[in-house]
């Protein structure tokens, strides 16, 4: 999950593109951890999902201590305490989220793909990958429908994204 989208164009020439997978996986149901009107590309969004972001931190601090063999027990000795501070953050995510009354939450735009892949949410991004996006009429009343039909109670909101959205 998370390494492609379908969606329009946003008009970002020369910038990456952020998206997350096309609903295209026979494992989830429909928009499970998905959105709508997203940009296609990479997502960046790893750090969300704390066990690809212990992966991450395994690599890089195994690229510091080659880099930098003089303090490579330091790395290692940071790197170990970070994977196990992601585990601990699983585990409470893992066990805080096992018994929600929903699994769709609403966001500002579509950040968390890979953390409700990991723990078996649905996000519906208001305004899709760009958090600067505007929605249309029409994305701003299916995110109405989706709310009331999934009986969403979480709406995660950022504050450099405008309160229009």
């Known amino acids: 999950h ?71 027990a330091d790395y290692k000795k940071n790197t170990d305490a970070l994977v196990a501070e992601l585990g601990e953050l699983n585990t409470a995510y893992a066990t805080g989220l096992k018994n929600t009354s929903t699994k769709t939450f609403i966001t500002t735009h579509s950040a968390f793909g890979y953390l409700a892949e990991r723990y078996g949410l649905t996000q519906q991004g208001i305004a899709g990958i760009d958090p600067e996006a505007e929605p249309s009429p029409a994305r701003i009343q299916e995110i109405h429908t989706i709310a009331e039909k999934e009986k969403a109670t979480t709406v995660f909101f950022e504050t450099l994204a405008s309160d229009r959205t």
Request: net charge negative.
């Open 2 to 72: 998370g390494s492609e989208v379908s969606g329009h164009d946003h008009g970002h020439e020369g910038e990456e593109e952020h998206g997350h997978e096309e609903e295209a996986h026979e494992e989830h149901s429909e928009g499970d951890g998905h959105n709508h009107g997203e940009e296609g590309g990479a997502d960046p969004h790893i750090w969300l999902d704390p066990v690809k972001y212990a992966e991450v931190a395994k690599g890089v601090g195994k690229s510091l201590e080659k880099a930098d063999p003089d303090h490579a």
